[in-house]
Each structure stands twice: as C-alpha cells, then as structure tokens.
C-alpha cells in the first residue's frame, strides 16, 4: 500500500489560491490519487481522483507529474468555509476486491479572513 | 457525488449493551464497503473491509467477534459492536465504494459518534 505524506497544516486567506501537495513515492500501477474533505463530526467528503497529467471538477483541480510520485490539490479562491482537514489517498481503483484507502494524517487547512 | 447514510447519527449506551449501525448506498450498488474509527483529533483508521455475501476481513488489532460486520445486500452493511465498553466510545464511519466508469469511486458515510457510559 501506497504511503502518503503531506503537511500537518497550512494558513491561508479568502480569496487566495490554495495548493496542497501529497508525496507517494512508492505509488502503483493501478493506484489512483484521490483526495477527500472532513469537517469536524462528519465524514470525509470526495473532492477529487485523478490517474496523471491534470484533473478538473467544479471544486479543484488535481496536478500529477508524469512519474506520479506526487500530486498537488488546489483550491481555487478559499473561503472560510473551506477549513477543514484535507487527506490524499492512493489506492488501487481498478482492480476492485478489497483494495483498501488508508488514511495519512492529512493537512489541517485553516482559512483567515 | 453518491450519497451514503448512516443510522443512528448518534448513539449514547450503557456499558456491556450492544449497538448496530447502518450503512446504505442510496444512489449505487457498492461491491465492497468499509468500517473506519476515528477519535478526535485523529485520522481516520480502517477496521474491516467486506464484500456482499462474504465474510469480513478485519485489520490487525481489531477484533471480529467485538466488532460484527454483516454485508447483508450490495447497498447495506451493519456494524454491530458487541458488549461496548467507555473505550469503544468514538466516531464510526462507513464507506461505499462503487465503479463508475473504468475505475472504482469511495464514498463515506456521515458518521455514527458512539458514546458509551
């Protein structure tokens, strides 16, 4: 199984531009990347998976190099209301079973006004 | 993204009773779902894994007969936490996983805090 490692935490402001970076070295052939939300008292929720190169949806944008050994999540313009704790996930995706996500600790980000 | 529900949101008990959580996938069905614990200010920490119809498999350290895990249909999963002690006293997230497309997605649940008195 993949490790992940990414910063305890990060400080921003509102209306700044937020990238988060995992390290996973040790990332297989059919391990996606994969990143998740949590606030406190609920679940984590799916922002965003992605395989290489780069990946868009409405929330963020997922950067992967070509030998994938890292991957950057960023938020385009934080609010308050992104503060949260931020967890980068590699895994088999494809494969089905029972490939496992194990959460790293993830990156508490704390957004200021 | 797909919705996955827990029942009870919340849970207070004595100890020494037992308590059974849900899980569903409302929107997809899930070939494998997973039971994960949190406590505060902790990352989250795989239990089991299941597969419908099959038995659980269960991560070093936890114990099955503690910890039953009935995958009952490809969009419910139960965790009953038998005989629950203070210690067992925590955030208990479930997680669906689904394909879409080519690759599989995971969702969670809201998460059950169990408190034991």
């Known amino acids: 199984l993949a490790k992940t490692t990414q910063p305890i935490s990060m400080d921003s402001y509102e209306g700044q531009e937020v990238n988060i970076t995992c390290s996973h070295n040790?990332?297989?052939?059919?391990?996606?990347i994969t990143w998740y939300q949590q606030f406190p008292s609920q679940g984590p929720r799916f922002i965003i998976q992605g395989y290489k190169t780069k990946v868009t949806n409405e929330v963020a944008s997922l950067f992967i190099p070509a030998d994938r050994k890292s991957s950057t999540l960023s938020l385009p313009r934080v609010s308050l209301s992104d503060t949260a704790v931020y967890y980068c996930l590699v895994g088999d995706m494809i494969s089905g079973g029972y490939n496992k996500l194990i959460f790293g600790a993830g990156t508490r980000l704390a957004v200021h006004p | 993204g797909a919705v996955v529900s827990q029942h009870p949101s919340r849970v207070i008990c004595k100890s020494g009773t037992s308590v059974k959580i849900e899980c569903r996938s409302l929107?997809?069905?899930?070939?494998?779902m997973f039971w994960y614990r949190q406590f505060p200010k902790q990352s989250l920490m795989l239990m089991a894994t299941s597969n419908e119809g099959s038995k659980a498999t269960y991560e070093q350290g936890v114990e099955k007969d503690k910890f039953l895990i009935n995958h009952a249909s490809l969009t419910l999963s139960t965790l009953t936490v038998t005989s629950a002690h203070p210690e067992d006293s925590s955030f208990y997230i479930c997680s669906a996983r689904g394909r879409r497309g080519v690759t599989d997605t995971q969702y969670f649940g809201p998460g059950t805090r169990l408190t034991v008195l």
């Open positions: 040790n990332i297989a052939t059919n391990d996606y």
């Open positions: 929107d997809f069905q899930a070939t494998t």
